[in-house]
């Protein structure tokens, strides 16, 4: 019980860190763990990773950077409830239905290891194509009012999971004689890119603090009681959170976006999906702790781990004697029954720690801006670098803030992009697996069309449903954009184009396995890049548009926007330049400053960011600073 209540305090602690994870403290303390005897090592390990999508919900809520890959959905409606002043509401309703969903997810796994075994081990690559497709096929309903747009960040996505060495034909794709690229593209860039920033600049054009209202009020047992209004809500995304945690490769990057496209198509009233609903948050949160009890079954019965967190798991394991495979269900069955309970007591007990901090953590969303920008960019900065420690990491980091800048400014739904990056690689790799070994024989498989009706099913109802009612995917007629933001949206929609046509001319040297998905991302993705264009262009002639914002308005919204991009660009030129250590405690102190702040405020900030950076990423990751330009071209000492 000690070593479990150790877990699940550091657990806690390290989840709540945003883009640090509890994979850096099961490394920590693996080493220890596997001198053991086999309970203590299961308290100890399961502890840590039953509830490592418990308090990553904080920064999820807070400041819109996903704690985990597991708590990424959760951005889309907990940020916006934080802004309306009901960051509490948020965390209750999250935490009461990730301590349900783990409970859920153990029971299933003691229900479901004599069923789910034959099973999966029926399953063909045939099959795990489907359910990746089921996966994709999210992106209309994670596309609102706009999927045209929806279906072409997926297209983008794709084509960025596409980089780096293919693995049926060892192509370098879109690597261009480099290195950096060849593994591809790092997800913590995009999740970063994507959502952080673009929220940061949004809050820091507003000039107020992240929740609009200054007020907090007390709905910390609202959410909770709203868990239990939508308990069967909860209940069915538990399910699907079970499901993917089963299927090895999927695991909780993407549990929490089915759970959430599972929520918009069956519930009523979907209107404010995206917008501070609070079943946004029920469903993600539901499913990625429940996940951990489906991904404990191919771990358990065929020694196949359902996470990376698992696969270093089973490693311990292994080491202290436990062995994976028909012996958990025969001889070793306490050792199974002890994960169960695990499961169940860490997920209550997370839950009610992740409470009792809510309050202190809530408070943050009424901080003035000038202090939780800073801290965040440069957090941000700091782990974008840690990706794989080297300037590219900052650069790609950039890239992605400025495409998920764009994105949120000219109203494109983001996560279908995230969606289809993790999806991405999945798909095209079951695809060609299924050609090469049956053909398109495979297609009339019988549990392929099951899987394919049960797809179709999930699509069609929620849209025929709506139909009916006369409502649009998202419930309300779609609000039309500016004259100005249409015009910008076109240029855009053209630089996509290019990159589409530019990919598809860069690939056409490829062999035809290599470059399919390429060539048929641009046969797909440009034609309807030209409808979005003449849709534009049609609303423009025909005056569907918002009316323009005064001109000082425009004005002064342009010029906080560029100051704020100024800002971004001054963090990364003064990394480069000085270093991070230095720059790590001159941008916020100055930031502060600048925009209103005390010289106390200024210091104790800068103090504060310094020693998270020593903790954290000196201490924990041991990460190499590279040293500064300035401190190389004088010959300058600098220790780091």
């Not at 538990?238 to 299927?247: E, F, K």
């Not at 929620?462 to 007629?477: D, F, H, L, Q, V």
Request: net charge neutral; glycine share 10%.
């Amino acid at each position: 019980m000690f070593l479990m209540l150790i877990g699940i305090l550091g657990s806690s602690i390290f989840a709540a860190l945003p883009g640090i994870g509890v994979l850096l403290l099961i490394t920590i303390v693996l080493p220890f763990a596997i001198t053991l005897d086999p309970y203590p090592a299961i308290a100890l390990l399961l502890g840590i990773g039953a509830v490592s999508n418990t308090a990553n919900t904080f920064p999820s809520v807070l400041i819109a950077v996903p704690g985990s890959a597991g708590s990424q959905a959760t951005i889309v409606d907990g940020f916006p409830m934080a802004q309306k002043g009901e960051a509490k509401r948020a965390f209750g309703a999250a935490f009461t239905a990730s301590a349900i969903g783990g409970v859920l997810g153990a029971v299933v796994l003691l229900l479901s290891l004599p069923i789910l075994k034959p099973m999966v081990l029926s399953f063909g690559s045939p099959e795990f194509l489907v359910l990746v497709l089921w996966g994709l096929s999210a992106v209309g309903i994670l596309s609102g009012n706009a999927p045209i747009k929806g279906l072409l960040a997926a297209l983008l996505g794709v084509l960025i999971s596409s980089v780096g060495m293919d693995d049926k034909t060892g192509i370098e794709r879109f690597a261009f004689e480099g290195e950096y690229l060849v593994d591809g593209v790092s997800i913590v860039l995009v999740g970063l890119g994507l959502f952080a920033v673009p929220e940061m600049i949004a809050l820091s054009v507003r000039r107020t603090a992240i929740s609009r209202t200054q007020e907090l009020g007390h709905g910390l047992m609202q959410g909770v009681r709203d868990v239990f209004e939508h308990w069967w809500l909860v209940v069915r995304c538990s399910i699907v959170g079970v499901w993917v945690g089963v299927l090895p490769g999927l695991g909780s990057s993407v549990a929490d976006w089915f759970a959430y496209a599972h929520a918009v198509q069956t519930e009523k009233n979907t209107e404010n999906f995206g917008k501070g609903d609070v079943r946004g948050v029920i469903a993600p949160e539901s499913s990625n702790n429940a996940k951990e009890g489906g991904a404990l079954i191919p771990t358990i019965a065929f020694g196949i781990p359902g996470s990376t967190s698992l696969a270093l798991m089973l490693v311990a394991f292994i080491s202290v004697g436990i062995t994976p495979g028909s012996a958990m269900l025969t001889d070793q069955l306490p050792y199974t029954m002890a994960m169960i309970w695990v499961l169940v007591i860490a997920n209550l007990i997370a839950a009610a720690l992740a409470m009792g901090a809510s309050a202190p953590f809530a408070r943050l969303s009424l901080m003035p801006f000038y202090i939780i920008v800073p801290m965040t960019l440069v957090l941000c900065m700091a782990s974008s670098y840690a990706a794989h420690y080297i300037w590219y990491d900052i650069i790609t980091f950039l890239m992605f803030s400025t495409i998920g800048y764009f994105m949120k400014l000219f109203d494109w739904p983001r996560p279908p992009l995230l969606v289809a990056v993790v999806l991405g690689s999945q798909f095209e790799r079951y695809l060609w697996l299924s050609n090469a070994r049956y053909g398109w024989k495979w297609i009339m498989e019988p549990g392929v069309i099951a899987i394919f009706a049960l797809v179709v099913l999930t699509l069609v109802v929620p849209i025929i449903r709506r139909y009916r009612r006369g409502k649009t995917m998202s419930g309300e007629a779609p609000t039309p954009q500016t004259r100005a933001l249409r015009k910008g949206d076109i240029c855009f929609l053209l630089v996509i184009a290019a990159i589409l046509g530019f990919a598809a001319w860069h690939a056409s040297d490829w062999v035809l396995r290599g470059s399919l998905v390429v060539l048929c991302l641009a046969g797909v993705g440009i034609p309807l890049i030209l409808l979005q264009i003449y849709l534009h262009i049609r609303a423009i002639r025909s005056g569907n548009v918002a009316p323009s914002p005064e001109a000082g308005e425009t004005a002064t919204v342009l010029r906080r926007t560029l100051e704020i991009g100024l800002w971004l660009a001054a963090l990364a030129i003064g990394v480069f330049l000085i270093g991070f250590h230095i720059t790590v405690a001159l941008f916020p102190a100055l930031y502060v400053r600048v925009y209103g702040g005390g010289w106390k405020a200024a210091l104790i900030l800068a103090v504060l960011a310094e020693i998270f950076v020593i903790l954290i990423f000196d201490t924990l990751l041991e990460v190499f600073w590279p040293t500064p330009e300035l401190f190389e071209l004088f010959g300058l000492p600098y220790f780091a």
